[in-house]
């Protein structure tokens, strides 16, 4: 009842293709990596522009990684809103259906990149995956992935980070997602029943922040769906109005 298919090119190509194809959802896998050894946690990107269902799929992800790997999760409760400054966003921002990006271990961390490098820690990354999509999109149709780094017309040779213990990031998210669309392609919903945490989606997520430089000077929580919030570029001045 899936259909997986793999998206090569540039970013933008793979997304206008999968739009093409009227994917139900669309998966860019990577891994994380830092100049220190220690950073370690789960998180998921998200387009400036995503739907709801991006961001509540994307935080189970991210959650369901922290929960079966013990680590922790970052971003706002799982997610990065266009990502990290902005990178990210484009590797997101022209599909048409719900669509994240993951980051779910760190392959700087030699703890984190035994995982990612041994067949056990690659099963559970495309369990969970499975899941999310079994989950979320429980009506089968075709979902679209594609390799972070990996295919890209302009730059064919990049692999992306370096695994710790040898290897490369995108050849890992390969792995991983070719497990995952095993999974997909051979699941019979009659034999299982998964148990998708019923998120209540009661908690506002409308937050208004300054950001300088990369810091938070202002936070705007009680801002509404329903609220005004116009941008007076000549007076720069914020008009939030409560309707
Ligand atoms: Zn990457």
């Not at 017309?153 to 095993?182: F, Q």
């Amino acid at each position: 009842m899936y259909d997986v298919r793999f998206y090569k090119g540039n970013y933008s190509w793979r997304q206008k293709q999968a739009n093409r194809d009227r994917c139900a959802a669309y998966v860019e896998h990577h891994f994380n990596a830092t100049s220190s050894t220690k950073s370690g946690y789960s998180v998921v990107v998200v387009g400036y522009n995503c739907s709801e269902t991006s961001k509540r799929w994307g935080r189970w992800y991210a959650n369901q990684i922290g929960k079966e790997f013990k680590v922790p999760v970052a971003g706002k409760g799982g997610i990065l809103i266009g990502g990290y400054n902005g990178r990210g966003n484009g590797n997101l921002k022209r599909t048409n259906m719900p669509a994240i990006l993951l980051e779910p271990l760190f392959v700087s961390n030699p703890q984190h990149a035994s995982w990612v490098r041994s067949t056990d820690g690659q099963e559970k990354l495309a369990k969970v995956l499975a899941d999310s999509i079994i989950g979320f999109f429980p009506d089968g149709s075709r979902i679209g992935f594609s390799v972070g780094h990996k295919y890209k017309t302009n730059r064919p040779r990049d692999r992306g980070a370096a695994v710790h213990g040898g290897g490369a990031e995108a050849d890992y998210a390969e792995i991983v997602m070719e497990k995952t669309k095993h999974i997909l392609e051979s699941y019979d919903p009659a034999k299982s029943a998964p148990v998708q945490d019923e998120e209540k989606d009661d908690k506002p997520d409308n937050d208004i922040r300054v950001i300088k430089d990369g810091k938070e000077l202002w936070l705007h929580t009680e801002a509404d769906d329903d609220d005004d919030i116009i941008w007076d570029e000549q007076n720069r001045i914020l008009h939030i109005t409560t309707r």
